[in-house]
């Protein structure tokens, strides 16, 4: 088999989609985060170089986990002559087990393992998002509000603790599987986040880390089909419906009352709508259902105008209700401003920006301006795009601004 492409240009794409699954499997055999991390470089760098020889293997999946393992094993031997429990652990990796269905499951396992409950709360999310998903610590730290080398040492701990701790590296029982989920869920829907509107850099959007968090939302569903299972999975298709829609073909920003709503991918949207009708039913739903429920509104509506948003604001309110947090607080404010007009949705902005939470939440700032352009204040209009303006990290939000506050300085 031959790549369509060059190979260092195969392998950066192979990465791209598989070193976490692969980093998953290695961790697996190995038993240790470093190694296996330390075995994935080296097996993509042995790619790099047999390959070009020996053209693709027939799956270069299970080649490169193979290939790690045996780095790794090696990395083990040297360190562990002297080391009767390094010893072992190298033989416990030569004898482990490839089939195509371990490999495919071990994303999951990891998940689980990384959010065992012995953990700090703060410890299991970011050592999820690190290992699992392949955020870097700079990305993690910028969702947690943290710095880097704050984040370092508590993914560092993390580590420390599940080896120290013998977690076992399994899904948990069913019994168990509560204790875990809410975790996992917040797991998957902050990698969602990061791929859906990435914080920084010149694209919108990171596929990568959408298909991720899709795939193991889907697998979580399979095996656990909870009401709040069903609902995240019920919100990422939703927001995944609008992808085409959401960007031009230079990669700018289209604000949602500028979308070309037939672009909206109506399987996905059909989709979302059974998984988040079904966890409604259920009366256990909590806030990745309510979510899904507001999603679900606007998926329907043929226009932003036409969207039923004295439906939207009472569901904001039983999100609030389920879980104060100040990003709902400004999202319900916009409802507000749909339904009530501009000047009671920039009270309510105002009234958070006061309260100091989102003083340097750039979003805040952007829709503050774009409700006081609506009023005809521009002057307010144009300090709020440049506090946004400063604020933001990502190349196309930044060029929406630019175009915003260069339309109202005429």
């Known amino acids: 088999m031959e790549p369509a492409q ?6 950066a794409e192979l990465y791209r ?22 075995a994935l470089q080296e097996a993509f760098q042995a790619a790099l170089e047999q390959w070009p020889g020996t053209g693709l293997p027939r799956n270069p999946r299970a080649w490169l986990v193979s290939t790690g393992r045996f780095k790794g094993i090696d990395v083990v031997r040297r360190r562990g002559r002297h080391n009767a429990a390094l010893a072992k652990i190298a033989q416990e990796a030569r004898e482990s087990g490839l089939d195509t269905d371990t490999i495919q499951d071990d994303q999951l396992r990891l998940i689980f393992t990384c959010c065992h ?3 700090p709360q703060d410890g299991r999310i970011a050592l999820a998002l690190r290992e699992v998903c392949g955020l870097t610590t700079e990305e993690i730290a910028r969702a947690f509000l943290v710095t880097a080398a704050t984040m370092t040492r508590r993914i560092a701990r993390a580590k420390e603790r599940v080896r120290k701790e013998r977690i076992p590296y399994e899904v948990p029982s069913r019994a168990e599987l509560a ?4 975790a996992v869920l917040q797991v998957v829907y902050l990698v969602y986040n990061e791929g859906f509107a990435t914080t920084k850099g010149k694209n919108l959007i990171r596929p990568d880390l959408v298909e991720q968090a899709l795939y193991l939302g889907r697998l979580i569903v399979d095996l656990l089909p909870e009401p709040e299972a069903l609902g995240l999975l019920a919100l990422m298709l939703f927001h995944e419906s609008r992808r085409a829609a959401r960007t031009d073909a230079q990669g700018d920003v289209i604000p949602l009352e500028e979308q070309d709503r037939t672009l909206w991918n109506r399987e996905q949207i059909a989709e979302g709508m059974g ?6 039913l259920s009366g256990r739903f909590g806030s990745y259902t309510l979510q899904a429920a507001i999603a679900a509104v606007h998926s329907v509506a043929p226009s932003v105008e036409a969207t039923d948003w004295s439906q939207i604001v009472p569901l904001y309110d039983m ?11 400004l999202n319900r404010a916009v409802a507000v401003a749909m339904r009530d007009g501009p000047t009671a949705g920039l009270a309510l902005i105002d009234a958070l920006l006061d309260q100091g939470e989102l003083v340097d939440y750039h979003p805040a700032h952007s829709v503050r301006a774009d409700l006081n352009r609506r009023l005809g204040r ?3 209009a144009k300090a709020s795009y440049r506090r946004a303006l400063g604020l933001a990290r990502q190349e196309p939000e930044r060029r929406f601004l630019q175009r915003r506050l260069a339309e109202i300085s005429g």
Do not use: C, H, K, W
């Open 6 to 11: 060059p190979i260092d240009r195969y392998l």
């Open 17 to 38: 989609t598989e070193s976490r699954r692969v980093l998953a499997t290695l961790i697996r055999l190995l038993g240790d985060f470093d190694l296996a991390e330390e």
């Open 117 to 119: 409950p012995v953990l």
């Open 179 to 182: 204790n875990r989920l809410g």
């Open 275 to 280: 998984l988040v009708g079904q966890a409604l």
């Open 319 to 329: 999100l609030l209700e389920a879980g104060q947090s100040p990003v709902i607080e």
């Open 378 to 380: 521009v002057n307010e």
